[in-house]
């Protein structure tokens, strides 16, 4: 989807449908121009009562001349709205437009006025949207699906003292999408196409794209390095681990890293603590980490910030067979600290923890994993917050910051040593599962063990990263959100 900016009179705008904000029962400035232009057909309609008062609430009216249909919303009351009665009503006429015949259009949305918000926030916003009601996931259909995509571009109307603000914002709502979609179609294909092999491939075709260093370590590599816990997961399947680091070099040579860590299991059938069988395919969503890491690096790669940034991806299948990891086997992580594996279905904080060992080498700035490792922690949030846990006050409040200002939001949980004491084991320094209860925290606990020499902060995106039931399918998230924090550290 294209977008653009369009600083000419909204009656002389040729467009297929323009989208025009009423508020308090009238119509904003276009409106009224729009209106003029057109023999009152739009006050006749709102005097009518056709267009419910309900914010959100849309009525399309058919012209003849430059302006082929006019798409009237309701914002609700007169007088500056708040960010959420936006970014409904924008996502409701932004939906209302994809059944119109309109082969492109023009929205004078941002003439509505939100409180603390400016241009490029309301332009930024309507983009978001228009590419996530675009999104479409048929790649593994025999035909593509026949639902609509709505038109193929969207102009901003706007006055020409903006026109840098929102340009500036439609190219990070550009960059930001790409990047959410690739998350999202990572997801969303099946065990057996988005294997260790295909997120490595990924990696180097992102490289190629945007001049990013990618490097892919094989199993014989991370033997030498030691990664016994990494590999004791990796050992059940037939297909083989692959390490992915992937670079990109916006800063300083000396500057230090930001690195994010994805989880990449590409299936999670919980080993030989195997899972039930209902709802196991969505086990296939367990490298949504990593999906958001690949995503988030081609959304900066996109947008290009003066800033280093590392993403790193232990990429494996969790199966049961005969070569499969034993519940009691005790394992040697690369750090040196044994793990006895009680449980081989707590299997991504075992990939995670030589993964967070070998990003020391990088001295990094701070370092994020990201991971769908527990149910525990659905348990605990839903599917609004992702579990937000660091040692680190200044780090949890910049995320939970990043998580508003992106709206794909985190929640802080707590990781104090009292909840340590169930991780003890009485064959190796440690066990890898702590009780039912506190779940997400024990897990998070067990990956504090290996971060001891850098900032770091883990979040549990279990219940964000995908819906279930009829909407099934991969969220994106949190990608806005590692993105946003990316681009305030650049700027900082
Ligand atoms: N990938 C799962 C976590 C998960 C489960 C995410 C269900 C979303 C929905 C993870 O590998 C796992 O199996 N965790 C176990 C840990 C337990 C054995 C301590 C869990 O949450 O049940
Ligand atoms: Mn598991
Ligand atoms: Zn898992």
Known sequence: MQFSTKTTAPEKTRTGCAIIPVLGGKPAASGTAIDAASGGALAAAIARGDLAAKAGSTLLIGLSGVIERVLLVSL?????????AFTDAARSALRSLQTTGARDAVSWLGEAEVIDRGAGWKARTQALLARDLAYRFDTMKSKPDPAPRGPGSLAIGCGRTDVSAINTALKLATALSDGTDLARDLGNLPGNVCTPAYLADTARKLGKQFGLKVEVLERKQMESLKMGSLLAVAQGSDLPP????????????????????????????????????PEMDEMKFDMCGAASVLGTMRAIAGIGPRVNLIGVIPACENMPSGRATRPGDVVTSMSGQTIEILNTDAEGR?????????????KPAAVIDIATLTGACVVALGNHHSGLFTRSDTLASELAGCGREAGDTCWRMPIDDEYQEGLKSNFADMGNVGGRAGGAITAACFLSRFTKSYEWAHLDIAGTAWKSGAQKGASGRPVGLLTQFVLARAAS
């Open 76 to 84: 609700g009351d007169s007088g500056p709205i708040t960010e959420k």
């Open 242 to 277: 692959k390490f992915i680091v992937i670079r990109y070099e916006g800063g300083a040579a000396k500057a230090a890293p930001i690195v994010l860590v994805g989880k990449g299991i590409t299936f999670d059938t919980g080993g030989i603590s195997l899972k039930p069988a």
């Open 350 to 362: 075992l990939i995670l923890c030589d993964a967070l060992t070998y990003v020391e080498r990088f």
